[in-house]
DNA sequence: CTATATATTTATAACGTTATAAATCCGGGG
DNA sequence: CCCCGGATTTATAACGTTATAAATATATAG
């Protein structure tokens, strides 16, 4: 079926219509020089012959590809965080011109390989990309070519760029302050690897909540959110035998707080009487995971709901002061009543 | 920089080496008729100055996209499911010249539009989806329109298609010898919603296993994998008041089965003593859940990993009777140490 | 009714690639 | 020295689109 050759294209509207394809093109494109009236034929006819524009002719003649691309980390796996992403993404374009073309990569840090990739085959019109760090020489090489792009997270660059991050300060300061309304007085912050920009704002958060309430802290050197499983379970086991163990921990990924909960489990300790834990909760899981745990959330889908937005509106020219967002951190306390899906607030940046 | 015009062409390695841009083609095509040494001596100069071919002017030319769609289902959001995917797809096609392009969509069921709109704009060279249904309309359209496509999943329509699916039956034959070894006596099967393949294989496989044990067993109507976590967390509770409640469940669902757990450890009964629960794993996370939980592994990444290579393998040519899979249920019981992770068969269909 | 401005339509060319058919080169037989 | 055939290279056209400039139709002023 649906042969190459029955695919209609501009010049089946041509013959149809008896105007030439320029016109039609023009027509198509609603442009102000052709009549009102041959505009609204030639289009009526494109509606009923179901003519789509094809993509690759589009690309070859203007260059523009309407196509965005989202530069995928393999750390991102587990849990959704990209799909999340994804699924946001693609809300935001749905109703745009743009596509959505996910560009992986395997490396174990962020690599420039996927961003060189698509400046060299300009197979995007713009980039989306998380896991920023301070000095992001993606940052870099993507401002020196003057491509479009968002970050999921701020740089120290001194460079102005547009970015949507959530406020890891404020999710710190937050969960420090709950876990001492529960009485708790040395607290432990599990951070992220140092080269990400969110472990100094998480840091920051953390230890100014801390000397404000008067509390013990410490950040753990052995481990971060990307220790394995058995080295963040190891850890616990043998900081809670050392001299002032913690008895609260903060920390910002859900698969991390399972190994931590894991390991006070194994030993007897219970959630909620024994210690406390503040999770960064950016899925649905921890509504059901038991015993019940504090949580933050993160709303990715909402982040990538944005990245896409201010993506479209930084490729349309806006200058990148306009387009730069920070997402609230929502409290998920676990004194709220099961399946409490509290409204997740839909803030416009727009 | 890297203006449009400092692109390396076709063009200028003509000019660089004297050649036509015919020839220059050719020659990087590798076609017989060019002379070897031209083929060499033009293939050196095109790695010298990167040239990397136009993607949309070969599709417009050639009407191949290089492109393979994976059409995403919102429902397999949670917990990695379309990441994994979407990780082994990108490993099956990073050394062919197959692009990887995420074809969403958002309506509750399966849909046909964006199959429709792939066929419509000829924006794939061939396509792969999950969530297959027996009577799946989908395949139907894709084999109508003779366009390459490998399912996840299989289908009852008599048509003879690519598929890379799981042996469900045999997970939930194995689900149940491992409950009747651990004393059970009445088990209960969380079933998908009856729309989709697997839920006969499920269904077949856990009832032949129970009659052979002659064990009793129920499969609930009020409620299904899709079900929210409310409504499974209160199925239970309600059953368990009920006469002759089940002493064990076997569910096909890694969240669903946290809300099981919840409810379970909500009225004070323990998994391993009171009852016992074989949870289908795709991800690591069970691994950190407490009480440690007996599971069957589902490797998804390297169902993804397949249905790359089977599709390769289809747009090339090859006969759908050679393009099956189907993939091993491996066993996890909890009584294996904490941090085994078993190696998990790289097997090989090719 | 002509000249001129304005509105509308059209021809031409080009984006980078490759299929087809035609042209050129070269060595050897007559 | 000419011609033939195989090896090698090249010109031409086309894929579907749109920017540019040119052409035509229509309206308005004089």
């Known amino acids: 079926m649906a042969r190459r050759s029955d695919r209609p294209t501009l010049r089946t509207i041509a013959e149809i219509t008896g105007l030439a394809v320029t016109t039609v093109s ?8 052709i009549a009102l009236e041959t505009r609204q034929r030639v289009q009526r006819v494109a509606r009923e012959i179901g003519y789509q524009p094809d993509r690759a002719a589009r690309h070859l003649r203007t260059g523009r590809t309407n196509v965005i691309s989202f530069v995928l980390d393999p750390h991102d796996e ?3 965080f990209s799909t999340s992403m994804i699924s946001g993404l693609t809300r935001a374009l749905r109703d745009t011109q743009y596509h959505l073309v996910i560009t992986p990569h395997f490396a174990e840090a962020p690599t420039l390989d996927p961003i060189e990739y698509i400046l060299r085959n300009r197979t995007a019109d713009g980039v989306v990309f998380s896991r920023t760090e301070p000095d992001d020489p993606r ?3 993507l401002v020196e070519n003057d491509f479009p792009f968002v970050s999921h997270g701020r740089t120290d660059l001194g460079i102005e760029h547009a970015f949507v991050d959530y406020d890891n300060a404020g999710f710190a300061r937050m969960a420090v302050e ?3 309304a529960k009485g708790r007085r040395r607290l432990a912050l599990i951070l992220p690897p140092q080269r990400f920009t969110f472990h100094r704002y998480l840091r920051d958060g953390f230890l100014a909540a801390a000397a404000e309430n008067g509390v013990e802290w410490e950040l753990p050197a052995e481990i971060n959110l ?5 080295d963040l379970y190891a850890w616990l086991g043998w900081r809670l035998e050392q001299p002032a ?9 859900e698969v991390s707080a399972l190994s931590i909960m894991a390991a006070l489990s194994d030993r007897g300790l219970k959630v909620g009487e024994d210690f406390d834990l503040v999770v960064k909760q950016t899925s649905q899981l921890y509504d059901e995971v038991r015993p019940r745990v504090d949580a933050v959330y993160e709303d990715i889908a909402e982040a990538g709901e944005l990245l896409g937005r201010l993506l479209v509106r ?3 020219g806006e200058p990148v002061s306009a387009l730069q967002h920070l997402q609230e951190p929502i409290p998920r306390f676990a004194d ?3 399946g409490t899906r509290a409204a997740v607030g839909a803030r416009q940046s727009a």
């Open 26 to 33: 023009r027509a198509l494109l609603d442009a102000p020089q």
């Open 336 to 338: 709220r009543s099961h």
């Open 78 to 80: 587990l849990l959704g």
């Open 178 to 180: 709950r876990l001492v």
């Open 314 to 316: 930084r490729i349309a």
């Open 226 to 230: 990307d220790s394995s499983a058995a």
């Open 139 to 141: 940052v870099k090489l």
């Open 245 to 253: 163990p913690p008895d609260g921990v903060v920390c910002a990924g």
